[in-house]
C-alpha cells in the first residue's frame, strides 16, 4: 500500500485541483480529504456517500448548576479560563482535560463525549473516496485526519486498490503533523512568490522531521521564473525530487467552477499536459512506483 | 479596536489586505501576524525586529525518587500525556495540554512543571508601523497557545489588525475571537465560497459584524455575490486580477507601493469597517 500526501505550507498553491487532476490520471487509487476544517476535493469529485458516521472525539466539561454550590474551585484549577462567574463552561474554549470533574467536591459537572463532525466513505466517478466534516469551531483536527487516513487505507485494502491520493490541509500544525505520519511521500505543492517559498520550506523540515520523502512542483510558474528556479534549486540541493511546473493558467479557475478537474475540463491545454507530465514523475518515483 | 482577516480558504490574501490596510493607516497601527505554522506578513512589511523570545508551555517532569507509581497522573490525563507502565512513569511531552491535571493529582507531589518550547515570538517595526508575529516550533502541533501569546500585545488604545490562519479550526478562533470585526478576504470560486460559508459560520457563533473582500474577483463565477446578498454580509472592496499586481507579490512588494492608488481605497476600507463596528455596537453587538 503506498499513499502519497499533497501538502504545501501556504494555502492556495493548487493542492486540490492538482490532487483532483491526479485522480483523473491515477489508477487503481482511493481518495482521501485530509483538509478536514476546509475540505474542498468534494466539490470536484461531488461523491455519493455510502455510508456516514459521527466523528467522536474528546470529551467538554458541563456543570450541573442545581448540585453546584459555587465553591470556585473548578474555576482555580481551569487554566483555559473556560468557566465564566456564574459557572458555566464556554465549550469553545474547554479544552477537555477534565481537571475540574475530577476534583469537584459536589461531583456536579458532567464530561460527555463531544460530536466534532462527521466522516464519510463515498463513490466518485474517480473511485472510492473518504472525507469527513470537522463541525466549525471545533478541535480535534488532528484525530479527524488520522482517522480519514486509516479509514482509506482500508478501503484499499479490501478493494484491493494499491495507492491512496491525499489531499493535505495547509500550515504544519495539529492536521499537517496527522497527514504526514508513515506516508510513503509527500508532494509539495508551492509557488515562486516569497511565501510560497519561505511556507514551502517549513513544511519541507517538517516532513524531514517525521523522515517522510519529499518531492516538489512549482504550480503557477511563470510569474516568477527567478523564484522557480531557486526553488528547483533548493529542492536538488536538499534532495528533494524536482517533479515539474506547472503555468498559470486560468484554466484552474474555469475548471474549479465547472465542477471538473483540469484535465476533464480540457486535455489539450498546457496546465493539463505539465500535469500528466508531473503524474509521471511522482507515480515513477522510487517507493510509489508499483512494477 | 481589533480587526481580525480571516477567509476559510488559504492563498485568498489574506497577508496582502493585512499588510496593506496596516501600511496605509500608518503610525499607531499594530499588525499581529497569528497564523503562526507559516508567518508570512514579515515579508511584505520588512520591519526590524528588535525583540525575540521563545515562548513555552508547561509539561510534567517527574522526580521518580518521590514517585511511588500510584497512576493517578495517567488516570487523570485526557491527553495520554503520561502513563505509568510496569516500574517507569512515563511522560509524552508532546501530546501534553498544559492542563496542570497531573501535578494537581499527585499525592507525592512527585510531579514539577517543565517547559516545552512552542516557538518564538518576534517584535518589530515599521515606520511607526507597530509587527509582532509568532513561529510555531518544527514539530509542534499545538498552535493556540502560541497565537495567544501573540494576540497579549495588543495594545486596548491601539488599531490592532490580525492576520489569522486559513481554515475554521481552533487556530482560526484564537485569532478571530475578541475581535470588534472579522474581514473575510475570499475570491469568486466554489472553493473560495464553500470554505467561506465556514469561515461565516464561525464568525456567527463569535457573534462578531463581518465584511468581506473579493480578491481576484474578475475571475470565477457570480454565486459568492449572489450568497452575500442573500445573507446580507457586505461586500467592502474589490480587488481585480491584475498580473502585475501578482508578479509584485510574489517578490514581496505591497500593492499600495506598486499602486499606489490603492492606498485610498484601503483608508476608505477602514472607514467602512469602524462604521460598520458602530453600527453594531449601537445595536446590541450581533450582526446578521
Known amino acids: 500500500m503506498k499513499e502519497l500526501v499533497i501538502i504545501s505550507g501556504k494555502g492556495g498553491t493548487g493542492k486540490t485541483s492538482i490532487v483532483a487532476a491526479f485522480a483523473s490520471l491515477a489508477a487503481n487509487k482511493v481518495l482521501s480529504d485530509a483538509d478536514v476544517d476546509a475540505a474542498d476535493l468534494h466539490l470536484i469529485m461531488n461523491p455519493q456517500a455510502t455510508e456516514r458516521h459521527d466523528f467522536q472525539a474528546g470529551h467538554s466539561a458541563v456543570i450541573n448548576l442545581d448540585k453546584c454550590t459555587a465553591c470556585g474551585l473548578c474555576r482555580d484549577l481551569c487554566r483555559y479560563d473556560a468557566i465564566t462567574e456564574d459557572y458555566t463552561v464556554t465549550r469553545m474554549d474547554c479544552e477537555g482535560c477534565g481537571v475540574c470533574v475530577y476534583f469537584c467536591p459536589e461531583k456536579a459537572i458532567d464530561f460527555p463525549l463531544k460530536t466534532c463532525g462527521e466522516w464519510y466513505l463515498s463513490e466518485t466517478r474517480f473511485g472510492p473516496m473518504v472525507h469527513a466534516r470537522l463541525g466549525i469551531a471545533e478541535e480535534n483536527s488532528g484525530k479527524l485526519v488520522t482517522l480519514v487516513r486509516q479509514e482509506a487505507r482500508k478501503l484499499a485494502e479490501a478493494k484491493k486498490l494499491d495507492l491512496i491520493l491525499t489531499d493535505g490541509p495547509p500550515g504544519i500544525g495539529c492536521p499537517v503533523i496527522a497527514s504526514l505520519g508513515g506516508a510513503t511521500a509527500a508532494l509539495i505543492v508551492t509557488e515562486p512568490t516569497v511565501a510560497g517559498r519561505h511556507d514551502m520550506e517549513r513544511v519541507a523540515q517538517l516532513a524531514d522531521f517525521f523522515r517522510v520523502p519529499v518531492l516538489v512542483c512549482v504550480n503557477k510558474a511563470d510569474l516568477n521564473l527567478d523564484s522557480t528556479c531557486e526553488i528547483k534549486q533548493y529542492a536538488e540541493e536538499k534532495n528533494y525530487a524536482f517533479v515539474g511546473t506547472i503555468p498559470f493558467d486560468p484554466v484552474f479557475t474555469k475548471a474549479m467552477v465547472a465542477g471538473q478537474t483540469v484535465i476533464e475540463y480540457d486535455n489539450h491545454t498546457e496546465a493539463a499536459a505539465a500535469l500528466r507530465q508531473i503524474w509521471q514523475k511522482v507515480s515513477s518515483h522510487t517507493g510509489l512506483h508499483s512494477p | ?288
Open chain 2, 1 to 288: 479596536m481589533i480587526i481580525s482577516i480571516a477567509s476559510g480558504k488559504g492563498g485568498t490574501g489574506k497577508t496582502t489586505v493585512a499588510a496593506n490596510l496596516a501600511v496605509s493607516l500608518g503610525g499607531g497601527v499594530q499588525l499581529l501576524d497569528c497564523d503562526v505554522e507559516e508567518p508570512n506578513a514579515h515579508l511584505f512589511i520588512h520591519p526590524v525586529f528588535e525583540k525575540k523570545e521563545v515562548v513555552s508551555t508547561g509539561v510534567p517532569e517527574v522526580d521518580e525518587t518521590k514517585c511511588n507509581l500510584c497512576g493517578k497522573c495517567g488516570e487523570i490525563c485526557q491527553f495520554k500525556a503520561i502513563v505509568v507502565i510496569g516500574k517507569t512513569v512515563l511522560p509524552f511531552q508532546e501530546l501534553c495540554h498544559s492542563c496542570g491535571g497531573c501535578m494537581e493529582v499527585c499525592p507525592e507531589h512527585a510531579i514539577r512543571e517543565g517547559q516545552r518550547a512552542l516557538g518564538e515570538i518576534e517584535v518589530g517595526h515599521r515606520n511607526g508601523l507597530e509587527f509582532i508575529h509568532g513561529r510555531l516550533r518544527i514539530g509542534e502541533a499545538m498552535a493556540p497557545p502560541l497565537i495567544r501569546k501573540v494576540r497579549s500585545f495588543a495594545h486596548a488604545g491601539k488599531v490592532t489588525i490580525i492576520d489569522a490562519p486559513p481554515g475554521t479550526s481552533c487556530p482560526v478562533i484564537a485569532s478571530m475571537k475578541g475581535a470588534d470585526f472579522v474581514l473575510l478576504v475570499t475570491e469568486p470560486t466554489p472553493f473560495g465560497l464553500h470554505d467561506l460559508k465556514l469561515a461565516v459560520g464561525a464568525v456567527g457563533i463569535l457573534g462578531i459584524p463581518c465584511g468581506l473582500v473579493i480578491n481576484r474577483s474578475d475571475m470565477g463565477d457570480d454565486r459568492l455575490r449572489e450568497y452575500a446578498g442573500a445573507e446580507g454580509i457586505p461586500i467592502l472592496m474589490e480587488i481585480p486580477f491584475d498580473r502585475k499586481i501578482a508578479e509584485s507579490y510574489s517578490r514581496g512588494e505591497l500593492l499600495v507601493d506598486v499602486r499606489p492608488e490603492w492606498k485610498e481605497k484601503f483608508l476608505q476600507l477602514y472607514e467602512k469597517i469602524t462604521d460598520l463596528v458602530k453600527q453594531a455596537s449601537q445595536t446590541g453587538g450581533k450582526q446578521q
